[in-house]
């Protein structure tokens, strides 16, 4: 692991030992070197990983402050990252209380965006995802038709990332996601898969992946419970 990996973790157990909260300052580049036992050059190449993450952020000539919460599973939106890799990110162990491959009939949604005629057989993949053993996101993953002979195969381990069998098993490089985010509420099904009431409010996020070419890869509605993710977008201008 490099030295500013280890870097990252050691301020992330900071935050949390210290009980920090949004808007709260960090001691100076000095004292939490000392602190810590890290270079302040290893410490600065941290805390910009963490900028990028959106978990902090810095002021000139004030200082640097958390800005956000640190108990959720964080995902900075102009990044792709699987939900998986959110949630190991965060600090949590992945995992899955339902796998489910079936072959559907593609809608005018998942047509559309998958390019393909109306009612052709696409793959869907049901799961629901876990971290640390609690269910935190519903979701279901529609295949463009090259994948399915490769994921027809797949035997899923508890951290299966649909991410990492396109780009190692497939050999696909992946390119553009693009997404949307949608709020809904659980309905009686939802609300029993993440086991929450009936009517919580949810985040449905809208994802559609494309490989290097722009051919479509992925079209993947994932329902979140929002007491549980944190996303940051970084908007110039």
Request: proline share 5%.
């Amino acid at each position: 692991m490099s030295a500013y990996i280890k870097a990252k973790d050691s301020i992330l157990d900071y935050i949390v030992s210290n009980q920090l909260r949004p808007g709260d300052k960090f001691p100076t580049e000095t004292e939490l070197s000392e602190q810590l036992g890290i270079s302040r050059l290893t410490l600065r190449e941290a805390f910009n990983a963490l900028k990028n993450e959106g978990i902090v952020h810095s002021t000139q000539g004030r200082g640097t402050f958390l800005s956000c919460s640190c108990d959720n599973i964080r995902d900075i939106l102009n990044n792709c990252l699987s939900i998986t890799k959110m949630i190991q990110e965060s600090g949590y162990t992945p995992g899955m209380s339902l796998f489910e491959k079936e072959l559907v009939d593609a809608n005018e949604v998942v047509a559309r965006k998958l390019d393909v005629p109306l009612g052709t057989s696409i793959v869907c993949c049901t799961r629901i995802r876990l971290a640390d053993g609690k269910p935190v996101a519903y979701t279901k993953d529609y295949l463009a038709p090259r994948l399915t002979p490769m994921f027809l195969s797949v035997v899923p381990g508890s951290d299966f990332s649909m991410d990492r069998f396109v780009s190692e098993d497939c050999g696909i490089e992946m390119g553009v996601s693009l997404t949307e985010l949608i709020p809904v509420a659980a309905d009686d099904f939802l609300a029993e898969c993440l086991q929450v009431a009936s009517g919580t409010p949810l985040m449905l996020l809208q994802d559609y992946v494309q490989d290097v070419y722009g051919n479509p890869l992925i079209y993947a509605e994932e329902t979140m419970k929002t007491d549980a993710f944190h996303f940051v977008v970084r908007r110039f201008g």
